[in-house]
């Protein structure tokens, strides 16, 4: 389901040489949430009964409600960006409509006609959604389905050469990064299915880095179930997540670079 919602939504400075240093430089620096706890639950009772009544005249008689929690989601966003601000200055000057995805589905190559996503999903990352840099993932779907993620899905194929030669430049600093305490305890780690069937051109089948380097997306996401979402400390839970996500982000923003 998650990586269904990636190739719905995804789109596809320097990373620091200690990932702990990295983690310590923040510890007293102010990039904590200050706003007011949210709630999230008319959000998922919102989704519920989309679920049940995806269809356009349902919509248009609840838009007024649609435009409510649209408005409490796009909060979350704002805060969320405010949060990650204060460790990745990529995001700061970030606006909400750069990240947020919209709720109508695109059904032109889909037999599924359904006409809404059952979700809220923002990609935030320098330049907005649409852009080449790695993203900070959030999305809110009930009955467990709602999940922090982030990474870059399917970059494009120059991107890709970019990061595997990164990798390959640098493996010691990437195992550091995938092998940290707090990324290892929110994300397990990369996420490893979508990837060739060997080593991709250039890269010999016995390379220490072989099953990284055959990746064609680079996402990690953490699941979350609808009790974690209602949680008092969601918000709070997911500036700490995309806190230690941000030198993955950093490592394959590096990698592609800062030029257009």
């Given at each position: ?48 009964e ?44 970030l606006?909400?409509k ?23 999903g ?6 907005g ?6 993203s900070?993932?959030?999305h ?121």
């Open positions: 389901m998650v990586i269904d919602v990636l190739k719905a939504n995804f789109q596809a400075g320097s990373y620091t040489k200690n990932f702990d240093n990295l983690c310590n430089s923040f510890t007293n620096k102010n990039w904590e949430l200050k706003t007011l706890t949210m709630n999230f639950e008319s959000n998922l009772k919102f989704l519920s989309l679920k049940d009544n995806n269809n356009k005249e349902w919509f248009d008689l609840n838009r007024k409600i649609y435009l409510k929690e649209k408005e409490k989601y796009k909060q979350l966003i704002e805060d969320l960006i405010t949060g990650i601000s204060g460790f990745d200055p990529g995001l700061t000057g606006e909400t750069q990240c947020i995805f919209r709720i109508n589905r695109d059904i032109r190559f889909s037999k599924d006609k359904s006409p809404y996503k059952l979700n809220f923002a990609s935030m990352s320098n330049g959604k649409k852009s080449k840099f790695a900070y993932y959030i809110l779907q009930p009955e467990g389905k709602s999940f922090i993620g982030g990474g870059m899905y399917h970059p494009m194929p120059e991107n890709i050469k970019k990061i595997r030669q990164e990798i390959d430049y640098n493996l010691g600093d990437f195992q550091e990064i995938l092998a940290n305490k707090d990324f290892v305890k929110y994300f397990g780690e990369i996420w490893k299915e979508d990837a060739l069937k060997t080593a991709p051109k250039g890269y010999p089948k016995d390379h220490p880095a072989v099953e990284l380097l055959k990746l064609k997306s680079f996402v990690v996401f953490k699941p979350f179930e609808d009790e974690e979402v209602l949680s008092g400390n969601f918000k709070e839970e997911a500036v700490k997540i995309f806190h230690a996500l941000y030198p993955f982000n950093q490592f394959l923003n590096v990698a592609v670079g800062e030029e257009d």
